[in-house]
């Protein structure tokens, strides 16, 4: 089997944040951004911490996402 016929989301499939070898390193700028306008669009605007690591923004920002219905590859809204 090639990668050719793997389905398209088994070739892009994203590493788990758990497994990083960075995730205990202080978010990215583009994370702490994206993570303040979802924060505002949830209404929860008032619980940014900057400080918070890349594995603990990832984790907010996937669930914001489906919290909000934003974000690529969010087919539904199930909570």
């Known amino acids: 089997m090639t990668n050719n016929d ?9 590493k788990d ?6 995730g205990d390193e202080p978010m990215t700028g583009p994370q702490a951004s994206y993570l303040e306008t979802l924060m505002q ?3 929860r605007q008032d619980e940014f911490d900057p400080s918070i690591t890349k594995r603990q923004a990832s ?3 996937d669930k914001l996402q489906k919290e909000t219905g934003r974000g690529q590859g969010q087919g539904n809204n199930e909570s």
């Not at 793997?6 to 994203?14: F, G, H, K, M």
């Not at 944040?17 to 960075?22: A, D, F, K, L």
């Open 6 to 14: 793997l389905p398209n989301q088994a070739q892009n499939q994203e």
């Open 17 to 22: 944040p758990e497994t990083w070898v960075t």
């Open 41 to 43: 669009q949830a209404g």
């Open 59 to 61: 984790e907010m920002i």
